[in-house]
């Protein structure tokens, strides 16, 4: 390919949007198993079996106990739960992305399929082989594998246990995780994101704490950091040709006037957001750090040795999701998670109120380059759309052509006229997963579209949509049909 095209174009997933297969392989629960992911409309209870034979039931935010064997039923049907099946639809799945001439895939390692609780000493062979098929089938049509060690998850026995990474004890059960991995993926795997989206999404399912105050979730997130670069450390001593990345939530929040209080509304906004990756890609917190812990009467506890830890540690590349863009206001409360909602009366907006803003990736583009200036990687990106299939299961997505046409010119811009490096582009779920946000199937993002409902009714067949052979094009000619 040619410049200035000459980058990794491809899919991305996380593990349990579009696994499924929960009970199989003696994976362990997750804290996503058992919380509604923010459908509070659906809340659902979860039958369980305990270690004696009997059986209890639990409901939204009231997790199923620490030893319980395992879901046995669930009394609303949950789709994450079985996703749409990637564990027994990989070849299919990675055959249909090689057809397509993508030259990546980015997909989430699920923690429990490797440690069951998070605690046992030797990983479970069953989990590193289903890994390694699907790694493997990859390698075999030049496909890269990216992986995502951590996306917004963590074991429930950690969650239970420990409440999650409020104690230090994660960190070793993270580069526990990270060390089987790099034995098994070494040579094999080059590009690692450490975690998923940590400066927006915090609370029970992503950081296993049951309480969000601001004190646990801060000391929470600094063990976070001090994982994240002992990995790169691990990674470095085992896969010396590695680049580790994590990835950040990065829309940006446009001032809502030009007003000099939504000016500097918009300073503290951005002070939120890469709190996150100025610790991880410049290794120190950074001098803002004390204002906003003194804002919320925040101590951090640290060990002497972390400061050279995350200064050893710092990330190769600043990897990120832009899906729309939103507006910030000097009447905005800024929570610990810094994701304002204002309207930007110049945008169209998804139905689900997302603001389509193709400018936006360009922007972050650069203002990402020129902070850090180390190379970039678009992993999320994307229309969550409704579609409508015909009886033939075709789904006619110009919408979506449309959106990518827009957002890749502006991709286009930022390499060749402002001269920042991008190292690829995956879009969000190429095949069609379940929404995070929604829990459902209704908002689907692909380029193949799946044959399954809400309530998991449906073949699972996979069916190219238009945007499908949209982006084949795309990437046949280069990008000369934008
Ligand atoms: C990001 C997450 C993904 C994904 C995406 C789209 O925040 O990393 O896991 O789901 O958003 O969100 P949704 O599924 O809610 O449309």
Request: some cysteine; aromatic content about 14%.
């Amino acid at each position: 390919m040619n410049y200035p095209f000459k980058m990794f174009w491809g899919s991305a997933s996380a593990d349990f949007q579009y696994e499924g297969g929960f009970h199989e392989g003696n994976r362990g629960l997750i804290t996503h198993d058992i919380v509604t992911d923010g459908s509070h409309e659906r809340p659902r209870r979860i039958t369980y079996q305990m270690p004696d034979g009997t059986l209890g039931s639990s409901a939204y935010r009231d997790p199923i106990p620490a030893n319980a064997i395992g879901c046995v039923h669930e009394d609303v049907y949950y789709p994450s739960h079985h996703a749409v099946d990637f564990y027994h639809h990989y070849k299919e799945d990675i055959k249909l992305l090689a057809d397509m001439g993508l030259s990546m895939m980015r997909f989430g390692i699920c923690w429990t399929r490797i440690f069951p609780t998070g605690l046992e000493e030797k990983p479970n062979e069953e989990g590193l082989q289903f890994y390694e098929n699907v790694v493997d089938e990859c390698l075999k049509y030049g496909i890269e594998p990216m992986i995502t060690i951590c996306h917004d998850e963590l074991p429930l026995y950690l969650a239970n246990t420990y409440d999650g990474w409020s104690d230090r004890i994660l960190i070793d059960c993270y580069v526990k995780l990270c060390k089987a991995l790099f034995e098994r993926f070494k040579g094999k795997v080059k590009y690692w994101l450490t975690f998923n989206e940590l400066n927006v999404l915090q609370g029970f399912s992503h950081l296993g704490t049951r309480n969000s105050d601001a004190q646990t979730t801060w000391q929470a997130i600094h063990h976070v950091f001090i994982a994240s670069a002992k990995a790169k450390i691990l990674a470095k001593e085992m896969m010396p040709d590695a680049m580790l990345g994590a990835m950040f939530a990065t829309s940006p929040a446009y001032p809502s006037t030009c007003h000099p209080d939504d000016q500097m509304a918009w300073m503290a906004q951005r002070r939120r957001l890469f709190y996150f990756s100025d610790v991880m890609l410049r290794g120190y917190y950074p001098s803002y750090a004390q204002s906003i812990w003194n804002e919320y009467d925040v101590v951090i506890k640290m060990k002497e040795e972390d400061v050279d830890i995350l200064k050893e540690g710092t990330l190769d590349f600043y990897s990120f999701s832009c899906y729309r863009s939103t507006t910030v206001d000097r009447n905005d409360k800024l929570g610990i998670i810094a994701l304002p909602f204002g309207k930007n009366p110049y945008l169209k907006s998804t139905p689900w109120g997302w603001p389509i803003d193709p400018v936006s990736i360009r922007y972050v583009l650069n203002e990402v380059y020129d902070r850090y200036q180390k190379p970039l990687f678009i992993v999320e990106n994307g229309l969550g759309e409704v579609d409508q299939p015909d009886e033939n299961h075709y789904v006619n997505d110009t919408y979506r052509i449309a959106y990518l046409n827009d957002h890749f010119l502006e991709i286009k811009k930022a390499v060749e006229i402002d001269h920042v490096e991008v190292l690829g582009y995956t879009m969000w779920g190429g095949i069609d997963l379940v929404s995070l946000s929604t829990g459902e199937m209704k908002k689907r993002y692909g380029w193949i579209y799946v044959d399954m409902d809400d309530k998991g009714n449906g073949t699972k067949n996979r069916y190219p949509k238009a945007s499908y052979y949209w982006m084949k094009e795309f990437i046949q000619s280069n990008g000369n049909n934008l």
